[in-house]
């Protein structure tokens, strides 16, 4: 059985997850004449939720150092097409939009620590 505080920590990541699936536009794509910066800080705030359980601080879920953009990209697109995976990265991962993931990708992909 889990303890309530690892219960309490993941409802919270997952919550955190789900207010970073919020897409400031409804088609979910990024305006061309939106300032660069402001992508980065969308990437950013996605990639927050990332890495509450993926850091290297993380313990025991798997750190994602080192993975490249386009396995992290195939990976979360594997998870939201997954019709009946039930773990917390199907529903997060349910919840971003192509464009979402390929921020979240490129973000982490090119960071040193998630």
Not at 41 to 66: M, P
């Amino acid at each position: 059985m889990l303890r309530p505080g690892l219960l309490l920590a993941i409802g919270a990541l997952g919550l955190l997850g789900l207010a970073a699936c919020g897409a400031d536009n409804s088609s979910g794509e990024i305006a061309a004449d939106r300032p660069v910066m402001e992508s980065t800080d969308r990437a950013k705030q996605l990639a927050l939720a990332c890495s509450g359980c993926h850091s290297s601080e993380a313990g025991a879920i798997a750190s994602l150092d080192g993975y490249s953009v386009d396995l992290m990209e195939q990976s979360l697109l594997a998870y939201k097409s997954d019709e009946d995976g039930t773990t917390v990265m199907h529903r997060l991962a349910r919840g971003y939009s192509d464009t979402d993931i390929k921020l979240i990708s490129a973000y982490l992909g090119q960071e040193d620590a998630p």
